[in-house]
């Protein structure tokens, strides 16, 4: 049976769209923001933002990216102008990476990591599997990386906010983003296959079968000492 193709972290490094439809608004912003002020940034970043989900429409493609930068844009053009200040408009990603860096720790310290929510919801595989523990402990510790990263742009766009490095803002924020977020989701991929395969857990489709009874048990196979000799996965099959 034919699958659907799974949108990879290459697929992104490659994507040229994605730098157009979320990097070029907030440039925009900051530079129209130099020379003519808020006002003209805010509608200069909007109508860009809308222009290009109406381009992406046009010709048929894929507007996520393009819905991000626009929603993006729209919530930090709407705080920028409620506060007065071009900053404002760095402050809602800056809220967002915060919340998500303390998810991130939190998911951790109650075993319940959140990059395994995250896998278990884009692969659908059994969320009790991500518990095992031979399992757990490798999206454990990959989360911790993902919680440095939520935190640290949290915390150096927070200092420029303070400084009003507007400039300097815009810098951190494309620095910190989709590079660094396509970068992290390689990593986060090579590592966890790679810690899996040293725990010795069941694979998923091991652990899919000791979770559903057999209609015709067969005796366990045992070794010279009288153990149960098990069949130890090297992490999920994909």
Do not use: C
Not at 21 to 37: E, I, K, R, S
Not at 65 to 94: M, R
């Amino acid at each position: 049976m034919a699958t659907e193709r799974t949108y990879s972290a290459r697929d992104l490094l490659a994507n040229r769209k994605v730098i157009v439809d979320t990097v070029l608004p907030p440039l925009v912003f900051v530079g129209v923001n130099g020379y003519a002020g808020l006002r003209a940034a805010a509608v200069a970043a909007l109508g860009l933002a809308a222009l290009l989900v109406v381009v992406r429409l046009a010709r048929r493609e894929r507007l996520v990216y393009a819905l991000s930068g626009l929603g993006g844009v729209s919530v930090g053009v709407g705080v920028a102008l409620w506060a007065g200040e071009a900053e404002g408009f760095f402050l809602p990603g800056i809220v967002t990476n915060l919340a998500m860096g303390l998810a991130s720790v939190v998911s951790i310290l109650v075993r319940r990591p959140l990059i395994a929510l995250t896998g278990a919801a884009i692969y659908r595989w059994p969320l009790a599997w991500y518990w095992h523990p031979r399992v757990r402990p490798a999206y454990s510790e990959i989360t911790w990386a993902w919680a440095v990263l939520y935190l640290g742009r949290a915390a150096v766009q927070y200092w420029l906010v303070v400084r009003q490095e507007i400039g300097w803002l815009a810098v951190a924020r494309i620095a910190t983003g989709w590079p660094v977020f396509a970068a992290l989701l390689v990593a986060t991929y090579a590592y966890v296959t790679w810690r899996l395969e040293r725990l010795g857990g069941p694979s998923v489709e091991e652990f899919r079968g000791l979770s559903t009874p057999s209609p015709n048990p067969r005796p366990s196979r045992q070794t010279s000492g009288g153990r149960v000799r098990s069949r130890r996965g090297r992490g999920p099959r994909r």
